[in-house]
């Protein structure tokens, strides 16, 4: 009688961990769909899992819907793969992206407000000046690797912004992109899930051949990993 408990118990826990994973999946799946709905155009780009939350030591540190938490100890770098467009048949623009020059770093909610901390941070970027757009689209599809680096040993959690305009390919503009925990992730200075502001084509803004709006940075973050 006392193992026929046993099997109850152990069936019934079962159970109850399949309904939750079956919810995290389905809700991680969602995710997936509204960051893709409009098709990613180069075929290599790595899908990323769109977890919004990661367990970072003693805190629990959210990420975005475009990126879970990115956790590095103290002695590693994270490293972002942004892929960029930017059409304007009328002429060619040129972006600096050495140094991680579009890039900030911040901290919410300390004494009641943002602040930023880009002096904590290092940032070597693969490519410097890159000019896109024209009559010929140069450049469009440019992956950008930045390799993030924290300048001394500290942990905290904090928001990398500043990569564009557009996140792609829903045109959004939000109010954060990517979380990145060090060491133990506390102080906690992440925002909340960050709200993301209507697409601009419903705003006015027209969707051009390729999907994009011309005049507008727009990104896409199509990778992520640690290195030391």
Do not use: W
């Amino acid at each position: 009688m006392e193992r026929l408990n046993r099997a109850a118990s152990s069936a019934v826990l079962l159970i109850v961990i399949l309904a939750i994973v079956a919810s995290v999946f389905g809700a991680g799946a969602y995710f997936l769909l509204a960051s893709l709905k409009t098709g990613v155009r180069n075929s290599s780009s790595t899908v990323i899992n769109s977890s919004t939350s990661n367990t970072v030591g003693v805190v629990t540190c959210s990420g975005t819907i475009f990126l879970p938490c990115q956790h590095i100890e103290r002695n590693e770098s994270l490293i972002l793969n942004v892929m960029y467009y930017y059409y304007n048949p009328n002429g060619t623009k040129t972006f600096d992206f050495s140094g991680g020059n579009l890039l900030y770093f911040a901290g919410c909610c300390k004494g009641g407000g943002t602040f930023y901390v880009t002096s904590y941070f290092t940032v070597i970027s693969s490519v410097g000046n890159v000019t896109f757009g024209g009559p010929n689209n140069i450049s469009e599809g440019t992956v950008v690797v930045y390799t993030i680096t924290p300048k001394q040993s500290f942990s905290g959690t904090y928001q990398v912004d500043g990569f564009g305009d557009l996140v792609y390919p829903n045109l959004f503009t939000c109010a954060n992109y990517v979380v990145i925990s060090i060491g133990n992730g506390s102080p906690d200075y992440g925002y909340p899930l960050g709200s993301c502001t209507s697409s601009v084509t419903s705003h006015g803004y027209q969707a051009n051949s390729q999907g994009f709006v011309d005049g507008f940075l727009t990104f896409q973050i199509v990778g992520s990993s640690n290195s030391r």
